[in-house]
T-cell receptor
């Protein structure tokens, strides 16, 4: 079955780097995602990585994937107060004509000014 | 392009009633998925529609249903509401066979 796990809270100082970690269990995942949710809002797609990649960088965001350990991380460089939000890791699992996004419970990032 | 829109943004219903939520996908997107978000269970997949047909379904009771129209707009319906149905209902759209799902702002449903 599919299961995605994340730590629930992370607190960092403004200007530092944030690293949010995620583990997943389904080895058939093809894409892995990071979404951001601000209070009262929907989910914003931040970035995603294909399962045959190790790393993807997009401006301040770096995604690292360790497929052997089924571990995904999101690094935010120079964290700003506007980065305070809940970050969700998700995996795209397909099989037998069916597919869906399975989400972790989310990591609440608090940025201290 | 305009983003995914959902109406209404907020709803208050009483137990036993039914409710219909609406989602308009990004122009050109033909797939619409629905998710329920609660503090206890997190984000859970309800179902996905593509070209007016339900293509995928999560593990929710039959009280939860949906449909999609020829213009790709989708509605979901919850009948015989229960207190536990209180949640943020999110819809997401994507182009067919693409892996980028874009979410709307959600509809906050409160059942009293």
């Amino acid at each position: 079955g599919e299961d995605v796990e994340q730590s629930l809270f992370l607190s960092v100082r403004e200007g530092d780097s944030s690293v949010i970690n995620c583990t997943y269990t389904d080895s058939s995942s093809t894409y892995l995602y990071w979404y951001k949710q601000e209070p009262g809002a929907g989910l914003q797609l931040l970035t995603y990585i294909f399962s045959n990649m190790d790393m993807k960088q997009d401006q301040r965001l770096t995604v690292l994937l360790n497929k052997k350990d089924k571990h995904l991380s999101l690094r935010i460089a120079d964290t700003q107060t506007g980065d305070s939000a809940i970050y969700f890791c998700a995996e795209w699992v397909s099989g037998a004509g069916s597919y869906q996004l399975t989400f972790g419970k989310g990591t609440k990032l608090s940025v201290i000014p | 392009k305009a983003g995914v829109t959902q109406t209404p943004r907020y709803l208050i219903k009483t137990r036993g009633q039914q409710v219909t939520l609406s989602c308009s996908p990004i122009s050109g997107h033909r797939s619409v998925s629905w998710y329920q978000q609660t503090p206890g269970q997190g984000l859970q997949f309800l179902f996905e529609y593509f070209s007016e047909t339900q293509r995928n379904k999560g593990n929710f009771p039959g009280r939860f249903s949906g449909r999609q129209f020829s213009n790709s707009r989708s509605e979901m319906n919850v009948s015989t509401l229960e207190l536990g149905d209180s949640a943020l209902y999110l819809c997401a759209s994507t182009e067919d066979s693409a892996y980028e799902q874009y979410f709307g702002p959600g509809t906050r449903l409160t059942v009293t």
